[in-house]
């Protein structure tokens, strides 16, 4: 690999950076990156009906209250460590890289 192979790659990382805000820096904690992932999983599962019927029957609720639950921790922006306390009993990433 040329060294200016290794800059083109780098320049095309650092645009993709700048691009679209998920796919990180060098300044990023464990947290934020989480957070990150989080939030695109459920921005994800909110617009594919399929999933969020699947979540809405297996958790036995309408896909409408799975919408609007997953919108309410989407638009939380991840500020909770430990879980969002909603008692619907959804897992989060906390900081240390377990499951509450």
Not at 42 to 58: D, E, M, R, T
Request: charged share 20%; aromatic share 14%.
């Amino acid at each position: 690999m040329q060294a200016s192979d290794r800059f083109n790659i780098n320049s095309q990382l650092e645009h993709l950076q700048a691009k679209y805000v998920g796919t990180g820096h060098a300044d990023l904690n464990r947290f934020e990156w989480a957070v990150n992932i989080q939030r695109d999983s459920y921005a994800s599962y909110v617009g594919h009906y399929p999933v969020l019927a699947y979540f809405a029957l297996a958790e036995n609720e309408s896909i409408g209250r799975e919408r609007y639950n997953f919108m309410q921790i989407v638009g939380d922006g991840g500020q909770t460590k430990s879980g969002c306390g909603d008692g619907f009993g959804h897992n989060f990433l906390v900081f240390d890289g377990t499951v509450a």
